[in-house]
């Protein structure tokens, strides 16, 4: 089974800001990894499918980059509606798994 | 637009089994994979398995195996989750989800069932 982690754990940071979340595979999964964002309450939304692609409504200050095992998603400025869990999920193995997400709250 | 439409909330007794429906509209039933995806209270997504609605093959996450059971309904387009023999941990939201195109990744998810294990 391929283990994603992610870093940081939690992040505080104010509107506006730039963020930078890191995944990890522990193999390559070539380019089969999405990231995801859940709101309290809600079902997650797909924002990143294929490391850099943006899904359907997702803002472009949301970006993906990376292959094989690192993996980075980037906003590059904070909207209110932004602070939320973020999930990495890959889809390269017929398991699939999720990292164990990173929270990013308001400081 | 696609739409994955799930059953209601869930109370069951330790021991107990749970089968939680997943109704698929808007697009091509059997093309895809479904996949569902459990979070437990303040945690996590834990993928489950998928199943193939094409062949009916399935493929389900290691710990869950012997326990889980993924089926679809063509005539209805709807897809079910069945988990036996549940305990406290298996207090959850599920979810079903699926891809879009020949994306594997989840496009769409349904709105989540809330599966509450208590004596």
């Known amino acids: 089974e391929i283990v994603l982690t992610q870093s940081p754990g939690t992040l505080s940071l104010s509107p506006g800001e730039r963020v930078t979340l890191s995944c990890r595979a522990s193999q390559s999964v070539s380019s089969s990894l999405a990231w995801y964002q859940q709101r309290p309450g809600q079902a997650p939304r797909l924002l990143i499918y294929?490391?850099?692609s943006r899904a359907t409504g997702t803002p472009d200050r949301f970006s993906g980059s990376g292959s094989g095992t690192d993996f980075t998603l980037t906003i590059s400025r904070l909207e209110p509606e932004d602070f939320a869990v973020y999930y990495c999920?890959?889809?390269?193995?017929?398991?699939?798994?999720f990292g164990p997400g990173t929270k990013v709250d308001v400081k | 637009q696609v739409q994955l439409v799930q059953s209601g909330i869930e109370v069951k007794k330790p021991g107990a089994s749970v089968k939680v429906s997943c109704g698929v509209s808007?697009?091509?039933?059997?093309?895809?994979?479904y996949n569902w995806v459990r979070q437990a209270p303040g945690q996590g997504l834990e993928w489950m398995g998928w199943i193939n609605a094409n062949n009916g093959s399935t493929k389900y996450a290691r710990g869950l195996q012997g326990r889980v059971a993924m089926t679809t309904e063509t005539s209805t387009t709807t897809v079910y989750m069945e988990l036996k023999s549940l305990t406290s941990d298996d207090t959850a939201v599920y979810y079903c989800?699926?891809?879009?195109?020949?994306?594997?990744?989840?496009?769409?998810w349904g709105q989540g069932t809330l599966v509450i294990v208590s004596s």
């Open positions: 989800a699926r891809g879009l195109g020949g994306s594997r990744s989840f496009h769409f």
């Open positions: 294929g490391a850099s």
């Open positions: 808007g697009y091509t039933f059997h093309s895809y994979e």
């Open positions: 999920q890959q889809y390269g193995s017929s398991t699939r798994t």
